[in-house]
């Protein structure tokens, strides 16, 4: 069950965190993975006998070397993990941003999806699945985070447009939604006041995983599951169910 066995996959941002959790359990489901990264990940492809891509996914005509390498050396795409991304800038209020702040955000989530989308189906010979990463923020407004909440919405309807438009060549088209995932970024014993406001948000009480968020990917891009198409899956603790008991408890023992 879930076997990827034989399939070719293209994963962006593949050195580390969600990237490279998800390269590895590619790997060992039986994909031949290619690990994308802006990032020398020549020894992540090495232990899982894969390729390596230097990748900027900003930038279209790198997506499309990435694309056009891989359909080369293996004849064809089965899946594309559209994980790179990130935030752009310091938390700003929409008044204090310029057009500058969205179009960095854009470029970097939107647009590395867009282009993965886009230079990745004509090696879909077989039909396919693309998955790409979106964010809790792409469901709920974020104070301060503008131009990263509007690029991860954005990337939930590109993903249910391509879902329509690529379904007659049996393309699936998804992407998963997290809440704040626990990246090499996040592992340090000094936790940031965002951070720990971010674990009491989430009603199970901790941080994402990076292993939970690349099972994710493997439940939708495999072939068991080949009816979901056109989906935003939320893998956030329960956040965007309601207020945590975290948060309400101190507040209501106030009273």
Do not use: W
Not at 55 to 70: R, S
Not at 173 to 202: I, R
């Amino acid at each position: 069950m879930f076997s990827l066995e034989g399939k070719i996959a293209v994963i962006t941002g593949g050195k580390q965190g969600i990237g490279l959790a998800t390269v590895k359990r590619f790997a060992k489901a039986g994909a031949t993975v290619v690990v994308a990264d802006i990032n020398d990940a020549t020894e992540v492809a090495r232990s899982v006998n894969g390729l390596y891509v230097k990748t900027d996914v900003c930038k279209e005509e790198q997506v499309k070397a990435l694309m056009d390498k891989t359909g080369e050396k293996y004849g064809r795409i089965d899946i594309v993990i559209n994980n790179a991304g990130g935030g752009s800038g310091e938390p700003a209020f929409i008044p204090q941003l310029t057009a500058e702040n969205f179009q960095k955000d854009f470029q970097l989530n939107l647009m590395g999806v867009v282009f993965g989308i886009k230079h990745s189906v004509d090696y879909m010979i077989n039909g396919g699945s693309i998955v790409s990463s979106s964010s809790v923020a792409g469901y709920q407004g974020v104070a301060s985070y503008g131009p990263y909440v509007t690029a991860k919405a954005a990337i939930i309807g590109v993903t249910r447009t391509a879902a329509l438009e690529l379904a007659p060549r049996n393309i699936r088209v998804n992407c998963v939604c997290p809440g704040t995932v626990d990246t090499p970024v996040h592992q340090k014993e000094d936790k940031s006041p965002e951070e720990k406001l971010a674990t009491k948000m989430m009603p199970l009480g901790r941080l994402c995983r990076p292993e939970e968020v690349a099972a994710l990917f493997h439940f939708l891009v495999a072939d068991d599951c080949s009816f979901i198409s056109g989906q935003a899956i939320c893998i956030d603790g329960g956040m965007t169910a309601g207020l945590s008991l975290g948060l309400v408890l101190p507040f209501l023992e106030s009273m």
